[in-house]
């Protein structure tokens, strides 16, 4: 088991609030728009989302393109579990140091 590289005050409230956002206000609207991109991504496109919390965007990212290519990196230790029980590929890392191969991904 990984431990936590984030502070457990974040881990335990953004868990909590992130995917409210994602559904309404400002993310919202910016999901909206990279889902309506993602039809011009080819199903053998390998891509990476930074950030991914709980995995809510690689849901719906991998249902628009149908594509099994898709990878999330999060710090919060509790999301990337929650993504897991999903049956998402999520790994615990943060963007400085990605827990990948060098050029193992098209698309960020």
């Given at each position: 088991m990984h431990k936590s590289i984030s502070h457990p005050l974040y881990d335990s409230t953004y868990l909590r609030v992130a995917n409210s956002r994602f559904r309404s206000g400002?993310?919202?609207n910016h999901s909206a728009a990279l889902l309506q991109s993602a039809g011009k991504i080819s199903k053998k496109d390998r891509v990476l989302?930074?950030?991914c919390n709980t995995g809510e965007f690689l849901r719906l990212f991998k249902q628009k393109t149908g594509s099994s290519n898709i990878v999330g990196i999060d710090i919060n230790k509790s999301a990337v579990a929650v993504a897991k029980k999903l049956h998402l590929k999520v790994?615990?890392?943060t963007a400085e140091?990605?827990?990948l191969k060098n050029n193992s991904q098209d698309i960020v």
């Open positions: 400002l993310l919202k989302e930074i950030g790994l615990l890392g140091k990605l827990p």
